[in-house]
C-alpha cells in the first residue's frame, strides 16, 4: 500500500528561543583571534541574505551571535590586543545591528503569535471532531466526520497559512537549485557593479545595509543598470552592423578587383547616446531593426482615399446589408460533460518535490524556497546542503599538474553564497603559496580573504593534492581545516590524490570529538598520532555535499603572473 507524505509544520520560534540557540556555540581561545574576526564577517553576510530572503528567524540568530561573540567574548581574547583596530570595526557595526535586531523583533513576535491564534483554532476543531467520533457508533457518521477532520486539518496543504518558504529536498532538486543559483548570482553579480558605479564609500553602504532598506535601494540600482547595460548593448550592435556594412567583406560581387571597391551607403544611421546611472529616459526608446543593405530611397506612402461626397456628420451610418448564407442553427449538446481525470498527486504531498505549471514554469525567486539541511553533525546540529560544481576537481587537478609532475602538492579554495538555506560553490581561487611534497601554505592569506570581501563570497572550504598520497586527510590537513570548520560548520575539505584510487574525497571534521580534539592539540609536526581515532569523516557519501551538474564555476588564480590575477 502506498503511503503519502504528510508536511511537517516547523514551529516558529519566540525571540527568547532564537538567543538561546545563538549563545549555543563553541568559542575556544585558542582559536586565533582573527579567524574568529572573519567568522563574525561571515555572520554578517549570512544575516544579510537570510533578511532579504524573509527568513528573520536566522538573520536574527546570527545577527545576535555575532553580537554576543563581538561584545562578549572577543574583548577578553589572548590576542585582542593585536587585533585592536579590527575589533574597533567589527563593535561599530554590532552598534548598527543592533537597530536591526529592534525591527525584526516584532516581525518575529507577530509570525509566533499567529502560529499560537492557529495552533489553538486547530486544537479546537480536533476537539469537536473527536466529541463526534465518539458519540458517532454507525458506520457512515464516522466516516463523514473523518472526511471533515481530513478537509479541517489539510486545507490548503497545511494548517498554519503563513506565506513560509517551501522547503525542498536538496539531494531530488539538484537542477531546480542550479536554475536558482544561477540567476540570483548573475543578479548579484549586476547589484555589486551597480553599487561600485554609484559610487558609495564603504562606510555609506554599510550604513545602508545596517539601516534596514538595502535590500530595496540595491533592487532599483539594479533595474536601472539593467536598463542601461541593454541601452549600451544595443547602441554597439547597431555601430558593429554599421561597420559591416562599411567594410568591403559585407558586399558580395564577382571575382574581379572591382568587387573589393564598396559601395557608398547614404544610410544615416541612429545615434544613441549612452546613458548614465541615474539619468535614463522616462521611456524606452524604440530603435527598428536594421535593414541587411543599405536602403537609399525610401517610397513615401500612398495618398489617403478622399472621403465620400455623400457623407453627412448628422445623418446615421447605414445598416450593413443582411447576410445571404443561411445561418446553421443552434444545436445544444444534452450529454453529461466528461468526468475528469483523477489528479496523480495527493492533496497532502510533501514539500520535497516541486509542483509547477505547465505552462508556467518555477519560480526562481530564492525567497520563494529554503532547502533542507541534507546531514547532521555528531552534536546533533544541522548541516546545510553545499551545492558542488562536478567539473570543479577536474580543473583543479589540470592546474595542479605542473606540480604534480614534481612532486609538489598544490592548494585552492572553494568560494560562493548562501542562496535558499543552501551554501553554493561558484569560484575556485588559487593563493599564492609554497609548496613541498607533502605541505603546501598559502602566501598573503589576507589577499584571499579582501578578494572575498569585493565579490561578496564565502569561504566554503578548501582543495588540495596529494601527489603521490593516497586520499586522506593528514594531521596538518585537520589542523588547517580546523580553522575553516570554526568560521563556518558546512567547510569541506577535497583531497585530490591522481595516482591512487580513490582519486578524491570530500571530508569534515567530526563533532566531536574530532574538531574539539585538532583544536585541543598543540603537536606541529607534519604527521603525528592525535588521541581520538575519529577525527575526520566523508562529507560526500552519505553528507551535506551534493555534485550540482550544470552548476558553473569560475576560477581565479591570485598567485603573481597567473592569467586570473
Not at 530595496?216 to 549600451?232: A, C, F, G, I, P
Request: hydrophobic content about 30%; overall charge neutral; proline content about 9%.
Amino acid at each position: 500500500m502506498s503511503t503519502t507524505k504528510r508536511p511537517t509544520m516547523v514551529r516558529p520560534l519566540k525571540v527568547e528561543e532564537i538567543v538561546s540557540r545563538a549563545q549555543q556555540f563553541d568559542y575556544n581561545i585558542l582559536t586565533p583571534m582573527l579567524s574568529w574576526l572573519r567568522t563574525a564577517d561571515a555572520m554578517q553576510r549570512q544575516a544579510d541574505i537570510y533578511e532579504r530572503e524573509g527568513d528573520d528567524q536566522k538573520a536574527y540568530e546570527l545577527l545576535f551571535r555575532k553580537a554576543d561573540l563581538v561584545l562578549g567574548k572577543l574583548p577578553h581574547h589572548p590576542q585582542a590586543h593585536e587585533q585592536e583596530a579590527a575589533l574597533r570595526d567589527a563593535r561599530r557595526t554590532v552598534v548598527k545591528n543592533l537597530e536591526r535586531l529592534e525591527t525584526l523583533k516584532p516581525r518575529i513576535n507577530k509570525r509566533y503569535a499567529r502560529f499560537e491564534e492557529a495552533l489553538e483554532k486547530r486544537q479546537e476543531r480536533q476537539a469537536e471532531l473527536s466529541k463526534r467520533h465518539t458519540a458517532q457508533v454507525d458506520g457512515l457518521g464516522i466516516s463523514e466526520d473523518i472526511g471533515r477532520l481530513s478537509l479541517a486539518r489539510n486545507g490548503s496543504g497545511s494548517w498554519f497559512d503563513d506565506n513560509s518558504q517551501q522547503s525542498l529536498d536538496a539531494g531530488t532538486n539538484r537542477d531546480l537549485a542550479v536554475k536558482i543559483a544561477k540567476k540570483e548570482i548573475k543578479r548579484r553579480d549586476v547589484a555589486r557593479r551597480a553599487v561600485r558605479q554609484a559610487g558609495l564609500s564603504p562606510e555609506e553602504e554599510q550604513d545602508r545595509r545596517t539601516g534596514g532598506f538595502w535590500s530595496q535601494w540595491e533592487d532599483e540600482l539594479v533595474t536601472k543598470t539593467t536598463r542601461s547595460n541593454s541601452v549600451d548593448d544595443l547602441s554597439q550592435q547597431i555601430i558593429d552592423t554599421r561597420r559591416r556594412m562599411d567594410s568591403p567583406r559585407h558586399f558580395k560581387g564577382s571575382s574581379s578587383g572591382d568587387s573589393a571597391t564598396p559601395r557608398a551607403s547614404t544610410y544615416r544611421y541612429p545615434t544613441v547616446q549612452p546613458p548614465t546611472l541615474f539619468e535614463l529616459p522616462g521611456d524606452s526608446p524604440i530603435i527598428q531593426e536594421l535593414p541587411a543593405e543599405p536602403v537609399l530611397t525610401q517610397p513615401s506612402p500612398p495618398p489617403l482615399p478622399p472621403p465620400p461626397a455623400e457623407l453627412n456628420a448628422d445623418a446615421p451610418p447605414k445598416l450593413p446589408p443582411k447576410p445571404t448564407q443561411r445561418q446553421p442553427s443552434l444545436s445544444i449538446d444534452t450529454r453529461p460533460p466528461p468526468i475528469p481525470a483523477k489528479s496523480t498527486e495527493s492533496d497532502e504531498s510533501g514539500p520535497d518535490s516541486l509542483s509547477t505549471s505547465a505552462t508556467t514554469g518555477p519560480d526562481l525567486s530564492p525567497p520563494s524556497y529554503s532547502f533542507k539541511p541534507a546531514a547532521y553533525l555528531e552534536n546533533g546540529c544541522a548541516l546545510r546542503t553545499i551545492f558542488l560544481p562536478p567539473e570543479l576537481r577536474h580543473s583543479f587537478v589540470s592546474i595542479a599538474a605542473s606540480n604534480t609532475k614534481r612532486n609538489l602538492e598544490t592548494c585552492g579554495f572553494l568560494c560562493g553564497t548562501l542562496i535558499s538555506n543552501a551554501l553554493f560553490v561558484s569560484k575556485l581561487v588559487i593563493p599564492e603559496q609554497e609548496s613541498t611534497s607533502d605541505t603546501c601554505e598559502m602566501v598573503n592569506e589576507s589577499a584571499l580573504f579582501d578578494y572575498c570581501d569585493r565579490e561578496e563570497l564565502m569561504v566554503l572550504g578548501w582543495i588540495h593534492t596529494h601527489p603521490t598520497q593516497t586520499c586522506f586527510m593528514s594531521s596538518r590537513d585537520l589542523h588547517t581545516h580546523s580553522a575553516y570548520q570554526v568560521m563556518m560548520p558546512e567547510s569541506i575539505a577535497i583531497v585530490c590524490a591522481p595516482s591512487k584510487d580513490p582519486s578524491w574525497g570530500v571530508f569534515r571534521l567530526t563533532d566531536p570529538p574530532g574538531l574539539k580534539t585538532v583544536l585541543n592539540c598543540k603537536q606541529t609536526g607534519i604527521f603525528h598520532p592525535h588521541a581520538e581515532a575519529n577525527t575526520y569523516t566523508d562529507a560526500l557519501r552519505p553528507g551535506h555535499v551534493f555534485e550540482a551538474k550544470g552548476l558553473d564555476f569560475e576560477i581565479v588564480d591570485l598567485r603573481p603572473g597567473r592569467w586570473g590575477n
